[in-house]
């Protein structure tokens, strides 16, 4: 009996107020929206991120490692690669 009178109170509530929940209930979901977006773009920001430093990483290593003929002593360069 008490869950059918919480209902009932609820469905007058809902009926009282109206037009107060067809402006809160689009403004929640257009929240909810804005929302999903920002965070699905925070996470292709992270991974995007993540991808550009994995490349400058590897290419450090690859310049650390491999001799370029055209420049002179070795041992400077790989100084400077590990400084960056």
Not at 13 to 25: K, P, Q
Not at 47 to 54: A, I, P, T
């Amino acid at each position: 009996m008490a869950m059918f009178e919480f209902l009932s109170n609820v469905w007058k509530w809902m009926n009282d107020n109206g037009g107060a929940l067809g402006a809160i209930i689009p403004l929640l979901i257009a929240l909810i929206a804005v929302t999903w977006s920002f965070l699905s773009y925070l996470s292709l920001k992270k991974k995007d991120l993540h991808q550009k430093r994995m490349e400058l990483y590897h290419n450090l290593i690859y310049r650390l490692v491999a001799r370029d003929p055209t420049k002179g002593l070795y041992l400077d360069s790989q100084i400077a690669i590990v400084y960056e």
